[in-house]
């Protein structure tokens, strides 16, 4: 495994260039501050008079609709969300000129084929594994956060050292930068969120609240120890893995760990596990996706809202208002 870092950045592939980026969400807003404190000249692309707009210009920001950004840069970001940008790519898409370089931060729409850039321009993406808030605050701390560079399309002969020097402008290679393959990011970044981050979490712990409910144990105690506890133990394994995890852990509770994870997540859980690779990687997930999407999402919006009206959100929603860390933290959360 190769890890590139700042050592590895001989030269500045982007110099003078002028760098779009369109979206000013998560990773947009970290990305555009990043890039400026490095020394870029940064033009936002936004939908006029939207919210991103308003913020991005409220930040110090030149701000123009997609296609005017994109026709004045050489380098152009699409980092608005991945349902969103098939429409968007429509309105630069011919502002792209040769030589021009299009960078992506996940590489779903190329890899499923919702995007096709023109044979003339650089393909790249630069993923940092972390929210943008994250990218912004270890930038300004003088580290930064890991990330994955790809190349899909080489018109340049300079793809990669270009997705090098934005990978360093962001700080990326301060804690390493991994090649990938647009394919590989995407298929294990869907992998991951659906079947252990987010849909693998967020169904263990319903189970596990509602097992103890059905059971007669109060839902409040449920909540903290199938909910609330779970950020202790990611922590623990965020900063050190499993070992530290069972460093820190009491020895009931590693035991318990050893004899009773296989119990509940089997070989039958991987076996399903690969029922969902099959389909992310032969683009059935995508597709299932797209289509709703396409049709205006009713039926995403009716599984959402019903996972909302979970027992466990609302026991949860008034353990945490007596969570004063939690307040303080979401208000800051909101103003910014």
Not at 75 to 100: E, F, N, R, S
Not at 105 to 113: R, T, Y
Not at 206 to 229: K, M, N, R, S, W
């Amino acid at each position: 495994m190769k890890l590139h870092t700042t050592t590895d950045v001989k030269r500045d592939a982007l110099e003078g260039q002028t760098i779009a980026v369109l979206g000013y969400g998560s990773q947009g807003r970290a990305h555009a501050n990043n890039l400026r404190d490095s020394g870029y000249e940064v033009i936002i692309g936004a939908r006029p008079g939207g919210p991103t707009a308003q913020a991005a210009t409220a930040a110090g920001f030149e701000v123009a609709d997609f296609a005017e950004a994109a026709e004045r840069a050489q380098l152009v970001c699409l980092l608005v969300p991945d349902m969103a940008q098939p429409t968007v790519y429509g309105q630069i898409a011919d502002k792209l000129k040769t030589g021009d370089t299009l960078l992506f931060a996940h590489g779903f729409n190329i890899h499923f084929g919702a995007i096709t850039p023109p044979e003339d321009v650089d393909v790249v993406m630069v993923a940092p594994k972390s929210p943008g808030d994250l990218v912004r605050r270890q930038y300004q701390e003088g580290r930064g956060v890991p990330c994955l560079r790809a190349v899909h399309q080489d018109a340049s002969g300079e793809a990669a050292e270009r997705a090098l020097s934005y990978a360093h402008a962001i700080g990326g290679t301060h804690a390493g930068v991994l090649d990938t393959t647009f394919a590989e990011e995407t298929e294990t970044d869907l992998f991951g969120e659906q079947a252990v981050l987010c849909g693998g979490a967020a169904q263990l712990v319903i189970h596990g609240y509602d097992t103890l409910v059905e059971a007669g144990y109060q839902p409040e105690a449920a909540y903290f120890e199938c909910l609330h506890e779970l950020k202790l133990i990611v922590d623990l394994m965020y900063e050190g893995g499993m070992d530290k995890m069972y460093e820190f852990i009491s020895d009931t509770a590693s035991y318990g760990d050893l004899v009773s994870g296989p119990r509940i997540l089997d070989d039958s859980v991987k076996a399903r596990m690969k029922d969902v690779l099959s389909d992310i990687q032969d683009g059935t997930f995508a597709k299932r996706w797209m289509d709703e999407y396409a049709s205006g999402s009713g039926g995403y919006q009716s599984m959402l809202a019903q996972r909302r009206e979970h027992p466990i959100e609302k026991v949860g929603r008034k353990l945490r208002e007596r969570m004063s860390w939690l307040s303080r933290k979401d208000k800051t959360a909101r103003a910014a």
